[in-house]
């Protein structure tokens, strides 16, 4: 089955600054991938997502890339705000189960 | 357009205790999911629903866990004996679903259930 790893698992940047988050998926299958951002007590949220027929895409201050050759993706939060502070889940899936990454706790200090 | 919605929102309860919990999708979507969650931890699939049909529960423990979706819309999840490491957030989610193409899932509040 599909399995999505995912760093770093903590990153601090200041306000203004760049952040990257990094996956890697090893079902060659998967299509389909989404990020979720998730605040503290609150419920996951769609921010972003990338279907394997495109190499990026983008919303504003967010991008997310994938390289289907070497099986990972990546988030692109650019001009951080202190609002961006939250845990941010990558995940993969071919249709038959969405699999989650171990999340990124992002901290933008002002 | 409403949201997943779920309850309880918190859950205390002894080992050895049952709880259900009840989820309502977005109205329209057929497919609806449980995840648990637990802490410092991503979302992790217990059951899959399609309309009311099982399409994946190979996580689910069944020894104690089981859920049903009698209707097609709503779905309850039940956990009977509750262990203590149970401890988790419930989360519900759905998704429209067009045929062989993967839809944005969109989560509900979650149950927050803590097992003493």
């Known amino acids: 089955g599909e399995n999505v790893e995912q760093h770093p698992s903590t990153l601090s940047v200041q306000e203004g600054d760049s952040a990257v988050i990094k996956c890697t998926y090893s079902d060659s299958a998967s299509n389909y991938f989404p990020w979720y951002k998730q605040e503290l007590g609150k419920r996951p949220q769609l921010i972003i997502d990338i279907r394997s027929n495109v190499g990026e895409k983008k919303d504003q201050r967010i991008a997310v890339t994938l390289n289907k050759t070497a099986k990972h993706f990546s988030l692109h939060i650019t001009e951080t705000q202190p609002e961006d502070s939250a845990v941010y889940f990558c995940?993969?899936?071919?249709?038959?189960?969405?699999?989650f990454g171990t999340g990124t706790r992002l901290l933008v200090s002002p | 357009e409403a949201g997943v919605a779920q309850s309880p929102r918190y859950k205390i309860i002894e080992k050895r205790q049952s709880v259900a919990f009840w989820c309502n999708p977005i109205?329209?979507?057929?497919?609806l999911y449980w995840y648990q969650q637990i802490l410092g931890q991503g979302p992790k699939l217990l059951i899959q629903?399609?309309?009311?049909?099982?399409?994946?529960d190979s996580q689910l423990p069944k020894d104690r866990f089981s859920a049903e979706r009698l209707k097609g819309v709503d779905s309850t999840l039940k956990i009977q004996p509750a262990k203590l490491e149970d401890s988790a957030v419930y989360l519900c989610?759905?998704?429209?679903?067009?045929?062989?193409?993967?839809?944005?899932?969109?989560f509900g509040p979650g149950t927050r259930l803590l097992v003493l």
């Open positions: 629903f399609q309309n009311n049909g099982v399409v994946d």
């Open positions: 109205s329209g979507h057929a497919t």
């Open positions: 989610a759905s998704s429209f679903d067009l045929q062989g193409v993967q839809e944005t899932q969109y």
């Open positions: 995940a993969a899936t071919d249709f038959q189960k969405l699999v």
